[in-house]
């Protein structure tokens, strides 16, 4: 009696917490359904009092989106700075949280701490200094001064989240290696980052995706040659005294494409980032 009870009791603890899954799922998801099904609607169906579930599918949106100069223009700057970016942060912030890893030195924990604050710096207390920076050096509205001012994003971020992937590795690994003769360098390069590097993969895609969507500095930066696509899709939106709800919701789910790939492509990567390792 008592075990017929205490399995009850676990089944429907069990189905309780299914239907909590479901909910909480259902509650985060339903925004980004709602809004790819409004992306294939027209401006009535759409701002109607009842929502309209049955409706008659068009590519309006997407088609009106993209014929705009400063939408295709935004794209192709947000496919050109946004990886220019990460790929600079990655190249200088890997070799340095390998040292932040695996060296001691004086100050160590202190410049280590420096590091992350400069993610913490509000945006505005980067925008202003570097505006007046650009001006002065002529590179204002260009790529390359989006490209290095968003490395005060990328290089902080990945050298954070990249010191524990090289911790994860065991010393013991590299101490055999520089018996054999290897140089530091040559145990970083052949040793350490290829066993690292499928955790180091999740770090880079955070940073793709948080400047991806980024704003702020872009609008502050950019009036119209190097300005980004979030940039771009803000500006239409609230142009004109109708608001295109329709290209709003087309503009939303294009953004959200290319990291999705991204991350579909990298999904292994992401799990072994996020997963505790055999290593530790």
């Known amino acids: 009696m008592a075990e017929g009870v205490r399995k009850n009791k676990y089944y429907i603890a069990k189905i309780v917490g299914y239907v909590l899954i479901v909910l909480i799922v259902a509650f985060a998801v339903f925004p980004i359904v709602w809004t790819g099904i409004s992306s294939f609607k027209v401006t009535r169906d759409i701002i109607t009092p009842v929502p309209r579930l049955i409706f008659t599918p068009t590519l309006r949106n997407y088609i009106e989106l993209f014929q705009l100069p400063d939408i295709q223009r935004g794209l192709v700057n947000s496919l050109i ?18 040292i932040f890893a695996r060296f001691t030195f004086r100050g160590r ?5 420096w590091v ?15 505006t007046s920076i650009w001006i002065r050096l002529g590179l204002y509205d260009a790529k390359a001064a989006l490209i290095i001012t968003y490395l005060l994003i990328t290089l902080p971020i ?20 520089m018996v054999e003769g290897c140089s530091y360098f040559q145990v970083f390069w052949k040793i350490a980052f290829p ?30 040659h ?55």
């Open 81 to 98: 700075i946004v990886p220019a970016a990460v790929l600079l942060g990655f190249v200088a912030g890997i070799p340095a949280s390998y």
């Open 109 to 113: 924990e202190d410049l280590r701490f």
């Open 116 to 130: 992350i604050t400069l993610r913490m710096l509000p945006p505005v207390a980067i925008v202003i200094p570097f």
């Open 158 to 177: 990945i050298i954070w989240l990249s010191i524990e992937s090289f911790r994860r590795i065991p010393i013991e690994c590299e101490e055999a290696a």
């Open 195 to 224: 066993l690292a590097l499928p955790t180091l993969i999740g770090g880079l895609l955070f940073t793709f995706i948080l400047l991806w969507n980024e704003y702020f500095i872009a609008f502050a930066l950019s009036s119209r």
């Open 226 to 280: 190097s300005m980004t696509m979030p940039v771009a899709a803000a500006a239409f939106a609230v142009s004109g005294l109708e608001v295109p709800w329709g290209r709003i919701a087309a503009s939303i789910i294009t953004l959200s494409i290319p990291p999705l790939i991204l991350t579909s492509i990298f999904r292994g990567s992401l799990q072994s980032y996020f997963v505790p390792s055999d290593l530790d």
